[in-house]
T-cell receptor, first 120, second 112 residues
Framework: DTEVTQTPKHLVMGMTNKKSLKCEQH?????MYWYKQKAKKPPELMFV???????INESVPSRFSPECPNSSLLNLHLHALQPEDSALYLC???????????????????FGPGTRLTVL | EDQVTQSPEALRLQEGESSSLNCSYT??????LFWYRQDPGKGPEFLFT???AGEEKEKERLKATLTKKESFLHITAPKPEDSATYLC?????????????FGEGTQLTVNP
């Protein structure tokens, strides 16, 4: 089973709202990722959690706040977003987030279906 | 800096007309090259991982190959359901962990 699930599928929110995106995987993966994808562009990395600790924050604005409650769950808390934040938000997981030089053959990232976010 | 260039940007084929998509890469020590398929409004679906030059992998009508500078995704006798955007991504040994560098993708349309 290589399934990553995301909820909700669609989300419309105003600039003053607070909402959360949720992601779950039951593959025993220890690395989880948040990506943002604009139309006709490849996914852009936002955050990486490795063993439930934040490993990478790609200089994402603080209005996006990630959380990893346990090894299977990943949340993205949203607050005071701007219309330009409208995009497809993707969650992904991989067996590990191997450091540079480590032999890690099982490092494929598996993506969820995404949450289509519209900020009005 | 790692770079991935995919060509063509868009490709239209007739059903049964075989062709190839190209992914050229520049990376300081290739750890892995990945192919994904993405349908509109959905997340990328993992297809293949290639690790070393000369490696080939197949899945149904798709075959991925790898050289030291590029990868090809060969599509044999495509069907309309193969229409999607195909993304290529690389991982480098010297960058942080399993970070992916994506190409811009090739949008494939297969007409019946």
């Amino acid at each position: 089973d290589t399934e990553v699930t995301q909820t909700p599928k669609h989300l419309v929110m105003g600039m003053t709202n607070k909402k959360s995106l949720k992601c779950e995987q039951h593959m025993g993966h220890r690395a989880m990722y948040w990506y943002k994808q604009k139309a006709k562009k490849p996914p852009e990395l936002m955050f990486v959690y490795s063993y439930e600790k934040l490993s990478i924050n790609e200089s994402v604005p603080s209005r996006f706040s990630p959380e990893c409650p346990n090894s299977s769950l990943l949340n993205l808390h949203l607050h005071a977003l701007q219309p330009e934040d409208s995009a497809l938000y993707l969650c992904a997981s991989s067996q590990d987030f191997g450091g540079a030089g480590l032999l890690d053959p099982y490092n494929e990232q598996f993506f969820g279906p995404g949450t289509r976010l519209t900020v009005l | 800096e790692d770079q991935v260039t995919q060509s063509p940007e868009a490709l239209r084929l007739q059903e049964g007309e075989s062709s190839s998509l190209n992914c050229s890469y520049t990376v300081s020590g290739l750890r892995g090259l990945f192919w994904y398929r993405q349908d509109p409004g959905k997340g990328p679906e993992f297809l293949f991982t290639l690790y070393s030059a000369g490696e080939e992998k197949e899945k149904e009508r798709l075959k991925a190959t790898l050289t030291k500078k590029e990868s090809f995704l060969h599509i044999t006798a495509p069907k309309p359901e193969d229409s999607a955007t195909y993304l290529c991504a690389v991982q480098a040994w010297e960058t942080s962990g399993s970070r992916l560098t994506f190409g811009e993708g090739t949008q494939l349309t297969v007409n019946p």
